[in-house]
């Protein structure tokens, strides 16, 4: 394993590894294994071979069901396959747990004797429960509307909470930086939990037996997206697939960095970030370099999807499927909902559902839930 700036391809020793190029780059992993073999059960720790870590911090994350949206297809005339990769059923409920096994691993090989993180809710609840179970202890950084739920989750594995008055880009950078100062190790979307992501595209490719037509990823950070890809081209490397998949990316109308990018060429910060879908609600992607040069490799593209768009994802899912999904964890289906046209005839497609509906249950004050309850 090799560590490379994405930005100016400056490498790194696995032993004094920054979280940051010194250029501002993101890092990545490079794998050069050539010829590996995997074994075990159908699980997240499969893919050690594939891993920059000797042995990961496990709650038994991974494995997770690729389920045919049968009913969904019909009620919409899709002429393609339609799958949900449902990434709830992990450990703390959604597919951060994938990253936070590896990251904390790597947390422990690095003697980390307290750590750090900032996040809208889901990696914050994914590390709390992880970081405990390695007795490192973890404050959480999140941006001041991250749902209550999730605070909750998180408070309840151990881990103490800051709210801060700012958006989430902000928040990260003050993490950074006091991180640095306190020597206190920092965790969240870098090097180690991208490879630790990437196991959902290794599943999805070994459930299907070759990559999708086409997977569809809601965007946040961006490091679900370029995991996923990123799974797909190692496999093809090893020869365990012939072909790539195309990526598209789902962000919500409300905060859209990436499909501005993809039009423009340029990387504007978000102003006034709001979308329902707080998981996604990244102001300026820590990934956004990869998951470009991800989306231009594999012809995709990036969409956006309205909050209507995406509560009413968040229906069908639970109505005509039994998926419970927070609303982040929705918005790739709204995605392919908004244009199926673009989906070939008889082409397969995969849309990742990220999280769980019971981590946002309160999402939207006007989608008044419990009012379509009876009450005797
Ligand atoms: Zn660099």
Redesign the pocket.
């Known amino acids: 394993m090799r560590f490379v ?1 994405v ?4 490498t790194f020793s696995g032993r004094t590894l920054p979280y940051r ?5 993101p890092l990545d992993c490079e794998n050069t294994v050539k010829q590996v073999r995997l074994s075990g059960a159908f699980r997240h720790a499969r893919y050690m071979p594939l891993l920059p870590v000797r042995k990961l911090v496990t709650l038994g994350e991974g494995g997770t069901p690729l389920l045919r949206l049968e009913r969904l297809e019909k009620a919409f005339q899709l002429p393609f396959k339609l799958y949900a990769k449902n990434e709830a059923v992990n450990p703390t409920g959604s597919f951060k747990d994938r990253g936070s096994s590896v990251e904390v691993a790597a947390a422990v090989t690095h003697h980390a004797k307290r750590a750090a993180v900032a996040s809208t809710g889901n990696m914050g609840a994914s590390l709390a429960a992880y970081s405990g179970k390695a007795g490192i202890p973890l404050t959480v950084y999140t941006p001041k509307d991250a749902a209550p739920t999730k605070l909750e989750q998180i408070l309840a594995y151990g881990a103490h909470v800051v709210r801060v008055r700012q958006v989430y880009s902000e928040v990260i950078a003050g993490v950074e930086a006091l991180c640095k100062e306190k020597k206190v190790y920092l965790l969240g979307d870098y090097v180690f939990r991208r490879e630790g992501t990437k196991t959902v595209g290794c599943e999805i490719a070994e459930q299907l037996g070759r990559a999708p037509d086409t997977v569809v990823v809601p965007i946040g950070n961006g490091l679900l997206f370029s995991g996923v890809w990123k799974a797909f081209t190692e496999f093809k490397k090893l020869k365990w697939i012939r072909n790539l998949p195309r990526m598209v990316g789902v962000q919500a109308t409300g905060c859209k960095p990436v499909v501005n990018a993809l039009r423009s060429g340029r990387w504007n910060r978000v102003e006034r970030p709001k979308t329902v879908a707080m998981a996604i609600e990244c102001d300026l992607p820590m990934d956004g370099l990869l998951v470009l040069q991800a989306i231009r490799a594999s012809r995709g593209t990036a969409l956006s999807v309205g909050d209507r768009e995406i509560l009413r994802a968040v229906d069908l899912l639970a109505q005509h499927e039994g998926l419970f999904a927070e609303p982040a964890g929705a918005a790739a289906l709204a995605g392919i909902l908004k244009d199926p046209s673009q989906y070939r005839r008889g082409s397969t497609v995969v849309c990742v559902v990220s999280g769980h509906g019971l981590k946002a249950p309160h999402h939207d004050p006007h989608h008044r839930m419990t009012e379509r309850a009876t009450v005797l």
């Open positions: 700036c930005a100016c391809n400056r190029c010194s250029c501002g780059g």
